[in-house]
């Protein structure tokens, strides 16, 4: 199971941390990433960490806002998120695969998918 969470609405501007935590499965060997959906769009990738946290791939749409980082002994992977923009409003979802699929991540490609949390930026 995995449960994200930390979503909120907030201004242009300000910053939120999202939280996912897994449970039941395997969170070794695994890759988490992020997907976003917005309203009326197609989901879309956002960033993925791999096992050990020292590779990561990120969208170019959120490049050097977000930052994304692993606690494996807490089986739970966050996402710091900078700088937000209206644009920026979506359901964030939080994904697992086995591996690391960095640039090549894909919606089809996740094995385990968490409930999306609700993330609202105002202008």
């Known amino acids: 199971q995995l449960q994200a969470s930390g979503g909120g609405l907030v201004q242009a501007g300000g910053s939120l941390r999202l939280s996912c935590a897994t449970s039941?499965?395997?969170?070794?060997?695994?890759?988490m990433d992020w997907f976003r959906q917005a309203p009326g769009k197609e989901r879309e990738f956002v960033v993925a960490?791999?096992?050990?946290?020292?590779?990561?791939w990120y969208a170019d749409s959120v490049k050097g806002r977000f930052a994304v980082s692993r606690d494996n002994a807490k089986n739970t992977v966050y996402l710091q998120m900078n700088s937000l923009k209206p644009e920026d409003t979506a359901v964030y979802y939080c994904?697992?695969?086995?591996?690391?699929?960095?640039?090549?991540?894909?919606?089809?490609?996740?094995?385990?998918w968490g409930k999306g949390t609700q993330v609202t930026v105002s202008s």
């Open positions: 960490v791999g096992w050990s946290g020292g590779n990561t």
């Open positions: 994904a697992a695969v086995k591996g690391y699929c960095g640039s090549y991540c894909t919606e089809r490609g996740m094995e385990y």
């Open positions: 039941g499965l395997p969170f070794s060997g695994y890759s």
